[in-house]
């Protein structure tokens, strides 16, 4: 567990940070080193969420080159959207659901409980696969336990943050945090498609079996601690005491800056999540390559996006100014291999993609931890990952379906031409003169 330094004290769910100069070089010689390195808590948390969003993506990427690959023969690409597409829609449905055992019961034992079970279902699979191939219906069931799993694990380690860091540590936090998805990709991409080639879905069920409850383990360990809320003092007025979360439609309908963001960013993901459909049938129809070639390229776009988790804060330029230019480049980088089809043109542009969509992600998840209010935050993230994966499925099954009728190549140039109107739409966007710049984080840490 963090301990919080002695000048810092929390008054209504807000860190007011009262410095002595003591103080002051304490906090100093404190940040000396990472934040991983002197929080266990966080860190042990951190290393759950490496490990549950690696097994889920290994899985995934695993089992769409299985399906390309090994199990069907005929509309390969509509096969393989209609699995990426399972594993989005929880995400997207569930999002009321979320958002009430967020906010509802202990984090710790969400997190745990969502991990645990996402265990069970893998080793369930791998016990099923053992004697020879699983049916593919069982396989898509599968996919959607381990996504129903991450629906709830994800959004709660977000809300998560400010229990186990301080609140100078918050953007800190939300880099590494936004860094697991990278190091999950990479992992994902450098395991999946080559177990599978190995040792079939029975191994690679096992293997995101052992990673889910190494997890579920990891976060029982953890200690999360309990924001303090000062009490009212005599004579105050009730209606000054914190309000309760507002119902999820209200959330967004109060934040306009924010779901003005949301919505470019939702229509951005009908070009750029299409890339793990694309990524299959480029590497069998174009590269005319194996597993070995899937896994160069899923780990190129993780390794982009882990650089650009890292150093997204340091994009200079306003939130949406940054982000415009980030989706530009990343159009740029999308388009390419359909002009150029060379194995090293492919995974540059891949790994450029991916630090464009590490860089957005932590400026703007950063933003949204300081303008949404502490109590909206369990449904705000909730619905923000519906919203943003409400995208998902459509562009699973368009871009599938797609494949079954289009050269991968021509995906390719209509995944970047598709990007540039939702990179023009964010540019034009301006920040409300109320709204808190978020800060930037301090010596540069991550």
């Known amino acids: 567990m963090s301990t919080a330094s002695p000048e810092t004290k929390s008054v209504t769910g807000t860190a007011v940070e009262t410095r002595t100069e003591t103080g002051a070089e304490t906090a100093v010689g404190r940040r000396r080193a990472p934040l991983v390195l002197r929080n266990r808590a966080f860190a042990a948390v951190w290393l759950g969420?490496?490990?549950?969003?690696?097994?889920?993506?290994?899985?995934?990427?695993?089992?769409?080159?299985w399906i390309v690959a090994y199990a069907v023969h005929d509309a390969r690409g509509l096969a393989s959207g209609l699995f990426m597409a399972a594993c989005t829609l929880p995400a997207v449905a569930l999002a009321p659901v979320v958002a009430a055992a967020v906010g509802r019961f202990p984090h710790r034992c969400v997190l745990r409980t969502a991990a645990a079970l996402a265990g069970c279902a893998s080793g369930a699979l791998a016990l099923w696969a053992y004697d020879g191939g699983p049916p593919l219906a069982t396989v898509y069931a599968a996919g959607l336990a381990l996504a129903t799993c991450q629906a709830f694990f994800d959004p709660c380690l977000t809300t998560s943050v400010p229990e186990l860091v301080d609140d100078a540590d918050i953007e800190t936090a939300t880099g590494f945090e936004l860094s697991t998805q990278s190091l999950a990709g990479l992992a994902g991409a450098l395991l999946g498609a080559l177990t599978v080639d190995r040792a079939?879905?029975?191994?690679?069920?096992?293997g995101c079996a052992v990673a889910y409850l190494g997890a579920a383990l990891l976060v029982a360990g953890a200690r999360f601690r309990t924001a303090v809320t000062a009490a009212p003092g005599p004579g105050a007025d009730a209606s000054a005491a914190?309000?309760?979360?507002?119902?999820?439609?209200?959330?967004?309908?109060?934040?306009?800056?924010?779901?003005?963001i949301l919505v470019c960013f939702t229509a951005a993901n009908l070009f750029t999540t299409a890339v793990f459909v694309v990524i299959p049938l480029y590497t069998r129809s174009v590269?005319?390559?194996?597993?070995?070639?899937?896994?160069?390229?899923?780990?190129?776009?993780?390794?982009?996006a882990l650089l650009g988790a890292f150093t997204g804060a340091r994009v200079p330029g306003r939130p949406t100014t940054a982000g415009a230019c980030c989706l530009g480049l990343m159009a740029l980088a999308l388009a390419l291999p359909g002009l150029l089809p060379h194995r090293p043109v492919v995974a540059g542009c891949l790994a450029a993609a991916g630090w464009c969509a590490g860089a957005v992600s932590v400026r703007f998840v950063a933003l949204f931890q300081r303008l949404v209010p502490t109590a909206d935050k369990p449904g705000f993230f909730a619905v923000m990952q519906a919203v943003l994966g409400a995208s998902l499925p459509v562009a699973s099954l368009a871009f599938g379906f797609a494949g079954d009728f289009l050269s991968p190549r021509t995906l390719c140039l209509v995944q970047g031409v598709g990007l540039v109107p939702a990179a023009c739409a964010?540019?034009?966007?301006?920040?409300?003169?109320?709204?808190?710049?978020p800060s930037e984080p301090a010596g540069g840490e991550r």
């Open 426 to 437: 964010l540019a034009l966007l301006k920040s409300p003169a109320a709204a808190p710049a």
């Open 287 to 304: 590269l005319a390559g194996g597993g070995a070639t899937v896994a160069l390229l899923e780990a190129s776009l993780g390794t982009g």
């Open 200 to 206: 079939g879905v029975a191994g690679l069920a096992a």
């Open 49 to 65: 969420q490496i490990l549950t969003q690696a097994a889920v993506r290994m899985f995934q990427v695993g089992v769409a080159w």
């Open 242 to 260: 914190p309000a309760g979360p507002r119902p999820l439609r209200r959330i967004l309908g109060e934040l306009p800056y924010v779901r003005r």
